[in-house]
């Protein structure tokens, strides 16, 4: 199924180091060939979707496994230097673009590709498409992936962003407004889970200048919940084609066991292999 798909979408949860499930799905889409001419994705599935829009087959995986074996980017020494539990001035930097340099050029030549970070001060979901240069590029996806609590804030033309999985995990709704009623949907979680996070006392300290924001976070379980049984009742009707982890997931937002993320990224790819005709055919119907 080589060439762009037509009026055909592609949602990207994030979910940190989960998202090396998502960079598995990717890499057998593009094995595939199977191309969509529009991917939304947040957070960790922003930075891995960029590799599949840029056409970079096994980069994600590299990113994301095979450099930490020599080069390890997680870690709380790294709140010490710059107040995050990764070292995004490495994974956002010198990663990119010297040691695996993205093609940014094949992103501009690509389709449509949304990101999305949170607003600190509107508390709200802004979506930003094709930054017009790779430092603005980087400098967004930075935003998307920086998850409360464990980075800083990143600003972007002056504004305060966080991760936009704040406030919309699953950007299925987004994809809608923007034409693609068709969808395919990756996820990071199980089937059926719902968020049921503690709220922590320390975070109206932490976020006292973002008010906006701090409402948000109070909200975001309910906010995830509400994204994801939508996205099971419109996967029920057969209207979206979703894609999620079926083992028990044992990688958490900030793993470091590089076996246990190579196991999700084969179950990334693999879970793709095991219904790929299930796919095309989805894909295929008007």
Not at 47 to 59: D, E, I, V
Not at 96 to 122: E, Q, W
Not at 235 to 253: A, C, H, M, S, Y
Request: glycine share 10%; with cysteine; aromatic share 12%.
């Amino acid at each position: 199924m080589a060439g762009m798909l037509e009026k055909t979408g592609l949602v990207l949860e994030g979910g940190g180091m989960r998202g090396v499930f998502t960079a598995g799905v990717l890499d057998c889409l593009l094995d595939e060939k199977i191309y969509f001419p529009y991917v939304v994705g947040v957070s960790a599935g922003a930075s891995n979707g960029l590799s599949y829009a840029s056409r970079q087959r096994g980069r994600a995986h590299f990113c994301n496994i095979e450099i930490q074996k020599t080069r390890p980017y997680i870690g709380f020494r790294y709140m010490l230097s710059q107040g995050c539990a990764m070292d995004y001035d490495f994974m956002f930097g010198e990663l990119p673009k010297s040691i695996y340099p993205y093609d940014f050029g094949a992103y501009m030549a690509s389709g449509r590709f949304v990101l999305v970070a949170t607003n600190c001060l509107t508390g709200k979901a802004e979506y930003f498409e094709k930054p017009g240069t790779m430092d603005e590029l980087l400098r967004v996806c930075r935003a998307s992936c920086s998850m409360p609590y464990v980075t800083t804030i990143v600003d972007v033309g002056g504004v305060p962003y966080l991760d936009g999985g704040v406030v919309d995990a699953i950007p299925l709704a987004r994809a809608q407004a923007d034409g693609f009623q068709k969808n395919v949907v990756v996820l990071t979680r199980n089937k059926g889970y719902r968020k049921h996070e503690a709220f922590p006392s320390l975070m109206s300290f932490i976020y006292r200048r973002y008010p906006n924001f701090r409402a948000a976070l109070k909200s975001k379980n309910d906010l995830y919940n509400k994204a994801i049984g939508f996205v099971e009742d419109l996967e029920g009707k057969g209207e979206i084609f979703v894609i999620r982890p079926q083992k028990d997931l044992r990688v958490n937002r900030l793993e470091r066991n590089c076996g246990r993320l190579e196991a999700l990224y084969r179950e990334g790819y693999n879970s793709v292999l095991s219904v790929v005709s299930e796919l095309k055919d989805f894909i295929g119907k008007r």
